[in-house]
Each structure stands twice: as structure tokens, then as C-alpha cells.
């Protein structure tokens, strides 16, 4: 019984990883040759002037920060695109008819956004990995930041994909949410670099911890305990999944 | 509104636009909540009993919409799984042949006609082989072939026990096919009644006439017995006739005077 129930999940789940597996350039190079530009440029220009972690080159304290941000970013892209263009189209109805409860949908869509988040992100490293070099410190906490930093990513943009009618307000909660929380959140320095009041104001935005937590599993050095970066991690993951469990409990904007 | 459809029906929802067919489609398949009241499927309440109930269910949408990532059988494939169905390749070519798509079977959706596009909703709808099968509109913008062998399939499944329940704007394919008819207005059923009774509830005849200067005209008479000096009247006015039609009232003659408006 148990297994004829997962089938209608992990076919929507399988869906939607060849969703963007056939569109691999646009959902997986693309990306993965943005981070690269990041660190040849960043990493060029400050290379030497900055040291963040004692022995650590910058270019080397960078890829972490590229890594986490393509995972964040690309999980929340895979779970908004998919669903924004599906109610756009109106294909929607396809999942909406069968019988698939409302928990299948958030987990096959949150699984398939992790595993575009997860890929893009070791593209990234693979790529990244030629210039710099990597190093593990403590791995198991690289891959529970990972996973737990692409769920959340994913079911905020299963949120976003659920409130957005129109493709330019998805845009506009990506291009003033996303990035911003992303490029705020250390990927390109420590919050030790930043004046008391942008460092406490970090403090707030749950992508610090991610990002934090990500790069404390390559040097085993952090700007915040990784424990406590993960409990938190956590904490906004459960408080994003329910949000987005109760809008697709309540059908809102998908069922009339 | 209280409607019940038999097992085993071939059962038409009319209704001028706005009178409610597609939402009350909408709220049998659970793509919208009704307010207040109850709908189940074969016994099975369409909200506390959903899995049941669209199990039981297959829904062609009136919209053409598809999903342009995946090719036909790609896409039956997928809808096979979201019903619980992991191998399900032999009822799949069997829909694809009937519905003449077995040839496009790997050709992507975009690349497809609206024709093969509004075929392969149907195959959608038929994948997991439901008792009842609610068709909207299934026939809007498709060629008559497509008509011809759609229909075909659809009384075969009927005949094969299937429940049909059909919303269309063709008033002579409600004709055809349904066995009943239920005809909506505002929401609410203005009429429910076997397509023989609905025709037979305004007795009478029309007499449609052509004459020479190309020109028709329709006449309702009471009987046969009004037909000669109807006649005797329009070659008083001084026309011609060159063809002429006489036949009971159509379905659309019952829809126009029980609804009030134009198919």
C-alpha cells in the first residue's frame, strides 16, 4: 500500500527532474559558468589584498560561499519556474486531477529542487575545484547544510511559484528576496569584516547560517557555531515547509 | 442543484457560456470547492474521499494545454504514475491506436497540431482506465475526422460500461450521442430529461424553405396539417420555392427556448 502511494510522488518527482535535465544548459551550465566568472573575477582582483581565515587564500575561502549561493538559487528557481510555468500554461490541471495529496506535491517538488540545487552546486565545485584547490575539514556538516539550505530554498520558491500570478512577480520576489539574502549572506566575505550593525543585521537573514555552516565543512572555521547555524537552518526550514504544506493544503491559487 | 448521473449514462451538460458546466466539471474533479453540498464519484466524496473519487475520474479539460518538455508517450507515461500506474505501456498503446496518435508517440507535444494535441487529452484522460470518463468541450476546434473517430472511441467505451458525461457547444453531437440530457441556466438545472423526451417536449414541426432568390426561411407549424397553407401563404408573398425542409424541432430549437439564448 505504502509503495502504491509513492508512486504518483516520485513520478511527479521524476517529472520534474526531466524538467530540467532537458534543458540542462539553461538550468545546470549556465549557472555553473556564472559562479565561475564570480571567482575569476573576485578572486583575481582580491586575491592577495584579502584574507579572511588564517592560511586561507581568498580564492579558496570563495568557492564554498559560489557553491552554497548556486544551490540556494538554482533550488528556488527549479520549484518556482516549474510551477509558475505549469499554472501559466495550464498544465497545472494535470497534477491537480489525479489523485496526489498535498504532501506528495511538496515533497516531489522540494525533492526535485534540492537535487537541481545539489547538481548545479557540484558543477560549481568541479569547476571551481581547478582553480583553488578543496579541502574537506568536516564534510558531514557540508552535506547537512546542503541539503537542509536546497529544501529550504526549494519550498520557498514552492511558495513563490504558489502566490505568483505573473512571471515578473516571481521575478520581482527573486531579484529582491533571493538574491539579496544571497548576496548578503558572506558568500564573498566574513560578517567579522562588516560594521556592528550590517554584522548583527546578518544575523537575521537565514543564509548566513547556510552559507556559514557550507564553508565551516570545508575549513572547519566559521564566523558562528555550526551547531547552532544548523538548529536554525532547521528551525526556518520547518517554519518555510509549513507555510508552503498549508497553502497547498488550502489549494490557494491553484484550486478554485 | 441536485443531479444524479446512472452508471453506465452517456449523459449531456448544456448550457449557454457562464451557466456553470465547466465550474460544476471543476468541482466533480476537485479543481474547485463548491460553497456548500456534496459530489461523489461512485460513492466516493470528491473532497473527504478524493483519492477514490479522482481515481474514478477522467477529466478532458476544455483548455488545450499540454506540457512542452515531453513527448506523447512521455506525457501518458507521466499522467500513468501520477494514478499509481508504474507499467502501464500495453493500455497506453492501445489508447494511442485507437486515437490515432501511435505514429507521433515520440514526437514532442509542441511540435504536435491542436487536433493531435486535444487527442492526446483524451488519451491523458484515459490512461488509468476510468469508470467515468467527463469530456468538455472535447470536440472545440478539431477537424472532422478527428470528430468522427473520437466519437467512434468514446461509444465504445460507453458500450464497455463507461460513464460519459459530456459538456458541448455542438448541440447536434448532445443530440447524437447522450442518452440525457440536463440543461443549465444560472447555475441551475433548467431542464433534465431524456434527449427523446426534450425533443419530443415541444411538438410541432419546422419547415425550412429556400426560395429562388436564395433567400431561407423558417416556419413553425402546429402539425402536417398547417404545412399546405403555409406553403399557399409564402407563394402568396410571391416566393418561389426550390427547396424545402420539413423535420420535428432540433435540440438547439429545445436549448434556445429553454434556455433563452444562442448555442
Known amino acids: 500500500m505504502i509503495g502504491r502511494l509513492s508512486i504518483p510522488a516520485w513520478t511527479l518527482f521524476r517529472k520534474e527532474l526531466l524538467r530540467f535535465a532537458k534543458v540542462a544548459v539553461q538550468t545546470i551550465a549556465a549557472p ?30 570563495l568557492v564554498p560561499g559560489l557553491v552554497m549561493m548556486s544551490v540556494l538559487q538554482n533550488a528556488f528557481a527549479n520549484s518556482s519556474s516549474s510551477l509558475m510555468q505549469s499554472k501559466i500554461t495550464g498544465n497545472i490541471v494535470f497534477v491537480l486531477l489525479p489523485p496526489i495529496s498535498y504532501v506528495e506535491f511538496f515533497v516531489a517538488y522540494v525533492a526535485a529542487a534540492v537535487v537541481r540545487g545539489l547538481v548545479v552546486g557540484a558543477g560549481v565545485l568541479a569547476v571551481t575545484v581547478w582553480f583553488t584547490g578543496v579541502r574537506f575539514a568536516a564534510p558531514l556538516w557540508t552535506l547537512a547544510f546542503a541539503l537542509a539550505g536546497a529544501a529550504l530554498a526549494g519550498a520557498l520558491g514552492l511558495i513563490a511559484g504558489i502566490v505568483s500570478d505573473k512571471i515578473d512577480q516571481l521575478a520581482a520576489f527573486q531579484n529582491f528576496v533571493i538574491v539579496p539574502l544571497t548576496f548578503l549572506s558572506g558568500v564573498f566575505y566574513s560578517i567579522h569584516s562588516l560594521p556592528p550593525f550590517w554584522r548583527a543585521a546578518s544575523h537575521a537573514n537565514p543564509f548566513f547560517y547556510m552559507v556559514d555552516g557550507f564553508r565551516y565543512g570545508f575549513f572547519g572555521v566559521g564566523d558562528f557555531p555550526p551547531g547552532l547555524s544548523l538548529a536554525i537552518v532547521a528551525a526556518a526550514l520547518a517554519a518555510v515547509a509549513s507555510a508552503a504544506l498549508a497553502l497547498l493544503r488550502a489549494g490557494y491559487k491553484l484550486r478554485s | 442543484m441536485s443531479l444524479e448521473v446512472e452508471e453506465g449514462e452517456f449523459f449531456g451538460l448544456l448550457g449557454p457560456n457562464g451557466a456553470g458546466k465547466t465550474t460544476l466539471i471543476n468541482v466533480i474533479a476537485g479543481l474547485a470547492r463548491a460553497n456548500r453540498g456534496t459530489v461523489r464519484v461512485r460513492g466516493a466524496d470528491v473532497v473527504a474521499d478524493y483519492r477514490r473519487a479522482r481515481r474514478m475520474l477522467g477529466v478532458v479539460p476544455q483548455e488545450l494545454v499540454f506540457d512542452p518538455f515531453f513527448t506523447v508517450r512521455e506525457t501518458l507515461r507521466i499522467q500513468s504514475g501520477y494514478y499509481g500506474l508504474a507499467r502501464n505501456d500495453a493500455w497506453i498503446d492501445e489508447v494511442m491506436h485507437h486515437l490515432d496518435l501511435a505514429g507521433k508517440a515520440d514526437v514532442n507535444m509542441r511540435a504536435l497540431s491542436g487536433g493531435m494535441k486535444r487527442r492526446v487529452l483524451v488519451a491523458q484522460a484515459l490512461v488509468h482506465r476510468p469508470p467515468v470518463i467527463v469530456l468538455d468541450e472535447p470536440t472545440a476546434g478539431v477537424d472532422v475526422e478527428l470528430r468522427q473517430g473520437l466519437w467512434q472511441f468514446v461509444r465504445r467505451l460507453n458500450r464497455d460500461g463507461h460513464t460519459i458525461v459530456l459538456t458541448t457547444h455542438y448541440l447536434e453531437e448532445a443530440e447524437e450521442q447522450c442518452g440525457r440530457i440536463a440543461m443549465l441556466k444560472d447555475g441551475r438545472i433548467a431542464a433534465l430529461d431524456t434527449t427523446r423526451n426534450l425533443l ?58 429553454i434556455t433563452g439564448a444562442g448555442a
Open chain 1, 32 to 61: 555553473v559558468l556564472t559562479a565561475l566568472l564570480y571567482l575569476v573575477i573576485f578572486g583575481h582582483v582580491l586575491e592577495g589584498r584579502l584574507q579572511v581565515y588564517a592560511g586561507v587564500p581568498y580564492g579558496a575561502f
Open chain 2, 200 to 257: 419530443g417536449r415541444f411538438s410541432g414541426l419546422e419547415l425550412r424553405v429556400r426560395g429562388r432568390d436564395g433567400a431561407e426561411r423558417c416556419l413553425r407549424l402546429a402539425g402536417a396539417a398547417e404545412l399546405e397553407p403555409a406553403l399557399a401563404r409564402l407563394r402568396g408573398e410571391g416566393v418561389e420555392i426550390v427547396d424545402m425542409e420539413l423535420r420535428p424541432p432540433g435540440l438547439e430549437e429545445v436549448f434556445v427556448r
